[in-house]
């Protein structure tokens, strides 16, 4: 079973553009989550997908972040316009509905640099 | 609200010397706990998780960690650290099935010879 992918591994931007994050759940996993860590900082919730609809969205820091996860599949995070704030590592987890939902599978993350 | 408290940033062992990483939690319903761990390059990893039921759990790579409601704390151990077990350890908490995880600030366990 393939575990939980993100593209691209290392993004570098300058302040102001653009950049989409990917994450590919495993297979099945009905339950897909973001996380980002800030240098130095804990790990913290940004939001929830069950399928394709946003179950809780409370971590969001502003309205420069948008989440879609059209088909209930891989999920996109895009950070428009980025600031130098948003450096950071973005890490996606999933996990399955019902029996084992507890259990959330992280992918490797991307790191993120806005200069 | 939900919080993890990890106290040490960072912790240094001796290679076949006892591990233990403290973990303290709030929470204002019965807490679902975990332990991750982040080898360099590489995404978390769960280590072990308490739910219900035993209060003493064992997980992956000789780690075990104990559920002590009294003291809120989620400790985690093993009895002989080995080089490989140099990485970043974090405990998270969650509200159960299918919730966020509220993390810790995360302790870098580092093992010298």
């Known amino acids: 079973e393939a575990g939980v992918t993100q593209f691209p591994s290392h993004s570098v931007i300058e302040k102001g553009q653009t950049v989409t994050l990917r994450c590919d759940p495993i297979?099945?996993?009905?339950?897909l989550y973001w996380y980002r860590r800030v240098m130095g900082k804990e790990i913290k919730f940004l939001l929830h997908f069950v399928k394709e609809s946003k179950q809780d969205e409370s971590g969001m820091p502003n309205n420069r972040f948008l989440a879609e996860r059209t088909g209930g599949t891989y999920s996109t995070l895009k950070v428009q316009p980025a600031e130098l704030e948003d450096s950071g590592v973005y890490f996606c987890?999933?996990?399955?509905?019902?029996?084992?939902?507890?259990?959330?599978?992280f992918g490797p993350g991307t790191r993120l640099t806005v200069l | 609200a939900q919080s993890v408290t990890q106290l040490g940033s960072h912790v240094s062992v001796s290679e076949g010397a006892l591990v233990l990483l403290r973990c303290n939690y709030s929470?204002?319903?019965?807490?679902?706990l975990f332990w991750y761990v982040q080898y360099p390059n590489q995404g978390l990893q769960l280590l072990l998780k308490y739910t219900t039921g035993a209060t003493l759990v064992k997980g992956i790579n000789g780690f075990e960690a104990e559920f002590k409601k009294s003291e809120t704390s989620f400790h985690l151990t093993k009895p002989s650290a080995h080089m490989s077990d140099a990485a970043e350890y974090f405990c998270a908490v969650s509200a159960g099935g299918g919730n966020k995880l509220t993390f810790g600030t995360g302790t870098q366990l580092k093992v010298e010879l």
């Open positions: 987890a999933s996990s399955r509905q019902g029996e084992g939902t507890d259990t959330q599978y």
């Open positions: 929470s204002s319903v019965p807490p679902y």
């Open positions: 297979s099945g996993h009905d339950n």
